[in-house]
């Protein structure tokens, strides 16, 4: 058995995420600990008894669910199970961060004061109203991209994030999404809907953010992973830092290729899956990506007991 631990990114916080973790673990609550003294502020405090519209902010969702990713981890640990005994590790967007930093190539109070940086950077990009992201189901990548690059007219429209096989989330000018919206009813999506993001990330239109964090990025030490880590932008296995430095700067604009960095993973041997965090969004996405793969969630102390159970 192969086993790759999986890290989800924005959509999947939700107010209370991690504190159970906390109060069972002192190692988990460290983590908290530890990124509120990074960003010098009670980000903690919100996670556990603030409003979801505070915590949606993508400046406070990304280090957020970082942290609780961390938490899981760290509570990983204290029941004898290791980040060494993955396989791989990879994660979805700002989950790849989490991924690097369990994997040791980022240090904690580093990762969180990116994220931090990364959040803030994505949502200044572009005004508000100016971007848009639409989610196109039961359409293939190859379909989508077709759909956005007709729906583009000039304007930025690209597929952004191939997270299963049937579904595409495209990014890039409103209007653009919006008949890219259109279009792909009219080739056969069963739907095709706006979503409601705040910027829309991990496409051209993200250039200025891109710019920020190769800033960020280079007054940062990064070290080689003690397990490979599957890069969003390239869909396989990275563990050179330079090279990890240059992908997490062109993640910014690129798409998330989880659709393809799942299947690399399985015809590595992989065949089971953990989701280190909040929620459950990639385990239903790796459900329809490969089937065979079996599937545990690690976000509470009961997910915890059903391990060593």
């Not at 791989?88 to 940086?117: F, M, N, P, Q, W």
């Not at 920020?212 to 070290?223: D, F, K, N, W, Y």
Request: proline share 4%; glycine share 10%; with cysteine.
């Amino acid at each position: 058995m192969s086993v790759a631990w999986v890290f989800p990114g924005q959509g999947a916080q939700m107010i209370g995420m991690g504190k159970a973790l906390a109060e069972a673990y002192p190692a988990a609550k460290a983590v908290f600990d530890e990124v509120d003294a990074a960003l010098g502020e009670k980000l903690s405090a919100l996670i556990w008894e603030g409003d979801i519209a505070d915590l949606t902010l993508t400046a406070n969702a990304q280090p957020a669910l970082m942290a609780t990713s961390l938490a899981a981890v760290k509570a990983l640990g204290a029941e004898g199970f290791k980040i060494t005994d993955a396989a791989y590790v990879a994660g979805h967007s700002l989950g790849e961060y989490s991924a690097l930093c369990a994997a040791g190539a980022l240090s904690l109070s580093d990762t969180a004061k990116l994220l931090r940086i990364r959040g803030e950077a994505m949502q200044s990009a572009v005004p508000v109203g100016v971007g848009a992201m639409a989610a196109l189901l039961g359409l293939d990548f190859a379909t989508a991209t077709e759909v956005a690059q007709e729906a583009a007219e000039g304007e930025i429209c690209q597929a952004a994030n191939d997270n299963d096989p049937g579904q595409v989330v495209v990014s890039g000018h409103k209007a653009a999404v919006e008949r890219a919206v259109e279009i792909a009813k009219g080739k056969g999506a069963k739907r095709a809907v706006m979503l409601p993001v705040s910027a829309p990330f991990h496409c051209a239109l993200m250039q200025p953010a891109a710019d920020r964090m190769a800033e960020a990025l280079a007054g940062v030490a990064i070290s080689a992973p003690v397990v490979p880590v599957v890069a969003n932008v390239r869909a396989e296995a990275v563990s050179s830092p330079d090279l990890i430095r240059d992908l997490l700067v062109q993640q910014v604009t690129g798409s998330v290729r989880w659709r393809e960095s799942v299947e690399w993973m399985v015809a590595q041997g992989v065949t089971e899956a953990w989701e280190i965090g909040a929620g459950k969004a990639l385990s239903g996405m790796i459900k329809r990506i490969a089937k065979e793969t079996a599937l545990k969630n690690v976000g509470t102390p009961e997910d915890l007991a059903k391990l060593k159970g």
